[in-house]
């Protein structure tokens, strides 16, 4: 079962920064959080991983509490490309392979970027 | 450049078909994993594969096999298929890693209909 609660949908102008938020408050210690997005008919895009720390790369921000109970994953300048379904997904640390590789998906949220 | 090639983007099968579905990464991962995504219940893991000739069932394994003999090659075998396995099929890959997160890189998908 998916770990994580999302909003179902959200909207934001172009240009403007997109914020989407994640709950997680079951989240163990060694549990990292990740992001993805589907833009529609392609395959789940990977954006941005963080365990504790704040995290950016060339795509996107993402905020994570001190509590670690909740991220936020900010796209700062928000285009019409960046239309899709944005999921946030925990799990742990890398292993051997076995099921705790496994990504769940939960059901994400819709950023539709308007013009 | 493409790192997960899944071998046709479409395809039209009819009922009791044997259905081969194959995917190749050029990433070296260890680990290999086939979804299905339906609307409404999202992703769903079929199987995943963290080493050559090894297998391990996902969430929803029924009336699916899979075949690694290569470490670059994860096919998805529907052994006959049926209308109700109609989705998109993923496959992803992904490396072993001791500790820390890294990220799932997916194909763009094949989208099935048995007809």
């Known amino acids: 079962d998916a770990k994580t609660t999302q909003p179902p949908s959200m909207d934001c102008a172009e240009g403007r920064a997109a914020n989407l938020p994640c709950n997680h408050s079951?989240?163990?210690?060694?549990?990292?959080v990740y992001w993805y997005r589907q833009i529609h008919s392609q395959g789940p895009q990977y954006i941005i991983h963080?365990?504790?720390n704040n995290e950016t790369n060339e795509m996107a921000s993402l905020i994570i509490t001190e509590d670690r109970k909740s991220s936020t994953l900010i796209l700062p300048h928000a285009t019409l490309r960046d239309t899709a379904v944005y999921y946030c997904?925990?799990?742990?640390?890398?292993?051997?392979?076995?099921?705790?590789?496994?990504?769940?998906f939960g059901t994400g949220t819709l950023l539709a970027v308007q013009p | 450049d493409v790192k997960v090639t899944q071998s046709s983007r479409y395809l039209v099968k009819r009922t009791g078909e044997k259905v081969f579905l194959e995917c190749v990464q050029d990433?070296?991962?260890?680990?290999m994993f086939w979804y299905r995504q339906d609307p409404g219940l999202g992703l769903r893991l079929i199987y995943f594969?963290?080493?050559?000739?090894?297998?391990e069932k996902g969430d929803i394994p029924e009336g699916y096999s899979v075949s690694r003999e290569k470490k670059e090659r994860f096919s998805l075998i529907l052994e006959s298929a049926s209308t109700n396995q109609t989705s998109m099929y993923l496959c992803?890959?992904?490396?072993?890693?001791?500790?820390?997160?890294?990220?799932?890189?997916f194909g763009s998908g094949t989208r099935l209909t048995v007809v």
């Open positions: 992803a890959s992904s490396p072993i890693r001791r500790g820390g997160g890294y990220g799932y890189t």
């Open positions: 079951t989240i163990s210690g060694n549990e990292y």
């Open positions: 963080g365990l504790k």
């Open positions: 997904i925990v799990r742990p640390p890398g292993d051997y392979g076995g099921a705790t590789n496994k990504l769940i």
């Open positions: 990433m070296d991962h260890e680990n």
């Open positions: 594969s963290y080493d050559v000739k090894m297998k």
